[in-house]
């Protein structure tokens, strides 16, 4: 029996029943992005039942997540496309140095009105999503005030040999040390929207609502896990140990969410974009390793670059105290199971696409 060929790109460059397959508008592009719109139903009802229960509001515009929301859109629907449209190119240089020919780039181009409404789509799926998150975020205190810090720093100390990682961490950076760490942690939104930009360039608007349904699924998590065993991570259960941290966006940040979850609680008719603290489980983490998992399609150097950030990015949250090292192994492992769920609610269409770079 003959062996079946992998399918490649310039496979279906050369196809002319392939070609367009991004550019197609049939009921079967918004297939894959039915789960994440019904996810998205149940969480909202979810959340304002809860609330509507506890006597606590509802925002359908929670303060300050215009902003956030102009700047998600702008960096998706235009930063997204066109570095999707960059890596095709260079994708197509490689394959035309090695012999092959590659699709015009006026096709290439023309592609990038349909690749702006699918990351337009899924960008603003997920900012919806984020809605009835950053409702109950901020709640939490009020709805359970039993906090768990004790318990898991206790549990961590005798893991790690009667030291706290984060203490121990802390004691031993300098304060250019803690800027490096603090710059990887921040590079968790680029790093979501470059795994959202490969996710598209590999698998279409299949592999982008996979990515996003994992995505919106683990601010659910967060939450909920959250609501049941509340804690806060040792930034602000010890804020003597961080004090080199004043200065730097960590800090800053600190301080912020600090401020806004105290007023929450004195007046919880005001909801704060993205305001409330939770340690267990880390979404940090969670948010990187399924975005991460999509660069196994991309270079064995380039995917062991993502590697080692990702394991950087780890550590970023464990030295700057936003979480407990074992907040971020929760995340890992609700990344692997969550990523392998979404893979069978939203299988593969087509064959993979292999690449030769």
């Known amino acids: 029996m003959p062996t079946k060929e992998p399918v490649t790109l310039s496979d279906r460059a050369c196809d002319p029943s392939a070609q367009g397959w991004y550019k197609t508008f049939t009921p079967t592009t ?3 992005l039915a789960p994440l719109v019904a996810f998205m139903v149940i969480f909202y009802a979810l959340v304002r039942s809860l609330l509507f229960l506890a006597g606590l509001p509802f925002c359908w515009i929670p303060y300050g997540e215009l902003q956030i929301a102009g700047t998600i859109l702008v960096v998706c629907v235009i930063l997204g496309p066109l570095g999707l449209l960059g890596l095709r190119i260079v994708r197509d240089m490689t394959l035309q140095i090695c012999g092959g020919i590659p699709p015009a780039l006026k096709h290439r181009v023309a592609d990038l009105p349909s690749l702006m409404r699918d990351t337009f789509m899924l960008a603003f799926i997920y900012l919806l999503v984020l809605i009835p998150y950053v409702n109950l975020k901020p709640a939490i205190p009020l709805l359970n005030p039993i906090e768990y810090d004790t318990l898991f720093e206790s549990f961590e100390s005798a893991l790690f040999g009667g030291v706290l990682p ?8 300098s304060t250019w040390m803690l800027a490096c760490w603090d710059g990887i942690y921040n590079l968790l939104s680029l790093f979501m929207f470059v795994s959202l930009t490969i996710a598209l360039y590999f698998d279409g608007i299949r592999g982008g609502a996979r990515l996003v349904l994992a995505y919106s699924i683990g601010l659910f998590l967060d ?18 140990w961080f004090g080199d941290l004043a200065n730097l966006p960590s800090g800053e940040l600190s301080q912020f969410l600090a401020l806004t ?14 305001a409330g603290i939770s340690a267990m489980p880390s979404y940090h983490v969670y948010g990187w390793i399924c975005g991460f998992l999509y660069w196994r399609h991309l270079p064995r150097k380039i995917f062991l670059a993502g590697l080692v950030l990702t394991m950087l990015n780890w550590l ?8 407990y090292a074992l907040d971020g192994l929760a995340g890992i492992l609700l990344a692997l199971a969550v990523s392998w769920l979404v893979a069978r609610i939203i299988p593969q269409q087509h064959e993979t696409i292999t690449e030769q770079w």
Not at 223 to 240: M, N, S
Request: net charge neutral.
């Open 30 to 32: 918004w297939r894959p």
């Open 166 to 173: 984060t203490q121990w961490l802390m004691a031993h950076s």
């Open 223 to 240: 939450v909920f896990f959250t609501l049941l065993f509340p804690t806060f991570g040792p930034l602000f259960v010890h804020p003597e």
């Open 261 to 274: 979850v105290h007023q929450y609680a004195q007046a919880p008719g005001h909801v704060y974009a993205c």
């Open 316 to 323: 970023s949250t464990i030295v700057l105290g936003w979480h």
